[in-house]
């Protein structure tokens, strides 16, 4: 099983910020999205888009941005204009299903294009820091949408060090205790990165201008019978259903359950975060069956001789401090929102659940199994 993935986080090692220039149209339309949305001309624009784009020449990382493009653009037409009839224009749906069918996954905004391949360093020359992200697509744009996804991008960003040093001691089984305080001084530095979410998101905008435009289409009573992609022929004319952008499509939590022998008892919430991985990148999706069958059959190798017992469910009690964080955030920014707003009021995650209920029995169940 290759776990080499662990190395190196979840992050891609290159990211297109522009297509070739046949693409001109697609990323005029990226690059003014905020302004379009404002004006209501996201119709009439799509509507300008050449139908039918030759991608057999893209390289991996233009086929992200090319997915990043579309599927902004085809939720700003399902979610920027209620009004419209949930058929996505063949401008645009004909292409996008190309570029899904090409990166082994459905053809809507996933955390891969929301997160993992929407950002660039502000300043070069500059180390990785939070506060050096640039996002590189918006939808209304402004600071409380820019800082929501760079969160998400510098917990990702750190995760590489966790992952890879659970992965020395755990599977590559280097006894070398070090791994665990590493892994523990890591997600400290994630926990810490993830109270900084309130600094420049405000709950308020990100309910009402951030979330609107994430929603999917499976389980939304927006879309009942979901959204046609017109033109494709495979799917026939049917309308189909995706879930939408959620960071349950974020590889790290899962990875580190499997290494940590956190485990979930049955519940609609673990079986959304199953059907979460065929909106991942697909060797994301690979690494997260493998540790499963790996998880399945590993031998423990703490001890309580050493240290190894003790440091390890300090690194669960600090995933259950993420949890803990997190279930705060989904009441603050969402379910709190909700009581007091009319208009964007079902209660469930941009990816479909009902959410409130599952994320704290997930919480609950993020304990040492040896305490
Ligand atoms: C304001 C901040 C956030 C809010 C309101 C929020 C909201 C939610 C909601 C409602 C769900 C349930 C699934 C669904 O979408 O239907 C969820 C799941 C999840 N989110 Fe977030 N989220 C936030 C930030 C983050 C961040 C920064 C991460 C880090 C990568 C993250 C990772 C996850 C994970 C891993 C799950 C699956 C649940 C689990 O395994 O415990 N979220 N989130």
Not at 134 to 147: A, H, K, S, T
Not at 197 to 225: H, L, S
Request: charged fraction near 25%.
């Amino acid at each position: 099983m290759n776990f080499a993935i662990l190395e190196n986080g979840f992050l891609p090692s290159k990211i297109s910020t522009i297509l070739p220039d046949e693409f001109d149209d697609i990323e005029y339309v990226g690059n003014n999205l905020p302004k379009i949305l404002a004006n209501n001309q996201i119709e009439s624009e799509i509507l300008n888009l050449e139908p039918e784009k030759d991608i057999s020449h893209l390289s991996i990382e233009e086929l992200e941005r090319a997915m990043l493009l579309y599927s902004y653009i085809g939720h700003a037409y399902i979610w920027g204009n209620l009004d419209t009839d949930k058929v996505i224009p063949k401008n645009i749906s004909k292409t996008w299903f190309k570029v899904s069918q090409k990166l082994e996954r459905p053809p809507i905004l996933s955390y891969a294009s929301y997160a993992l391949n929407n950002w660039e360093l502000q300043d070069k020359k500059k180390p990785f820091d939070l506060e050096n992200i640039r996002i590189l697509q918006n939808f209304l744009g402004g600071m409380d949408e820019d800082w929501f996804i760079m969160i998400h991008v510098a917990i990702e960003y750190e995760a590489k060090e966790i992952l890879s040093n659970l992965k020395h001691y755990f599977i590559d089984q280097n006894e070398d205790q070090s791994s665990l305080e590493s892994a523990l001084e890591s997600i400290r530095k994630i926990n810490l990165i993830m109270n900084r979410m309130p600094e420049k998101c405000d709950p308020f905008i990100y309910y009402n201008r951030v979330r609107p435009y994430i929603f999917g289409w499976k389980n939304n009573p927006a879309t009942p019978n979901g959204v046609i992609y017109k033109d494709v022929d495979e799917y026939d004319g049917k309308p189909q259903l995706f879930r939408g952008e959620t960071g349950a499509q974020s590889s790290i939590v899962p990875a580190l359950d499997a290494l940590l022998g956190i485990t979930h008892s049955n519940d609609p919430l673990r079986e959304y975060l199953d059907e979460m991985r065929l909106y991942m990148p697909n060797e994301h999706r690979n690494l997260l069956n493998n540790l499963d069958e790996w998880s399945k059959n590993k031998r423990s190798n703490l001890t309580s001789q050493d240290n190894s017992v003790t440091l390890s469910n300090e690194i669960i009690k600090e995933v259950h401090t993420f949890r803990n964080k997190h279930l705060e955030y989904a009441r603050i920014y969402i379910h709190e929102q909700a009581l007091s707003n009319q208009n964007n009021s079902n209660v469930v995650g941009t990816g479909g659940t009902p959410f409130m209920k599952y994320l704290d029995k997930h919480l609950q169940e993020t304990v040492p199994t040896n305490d």
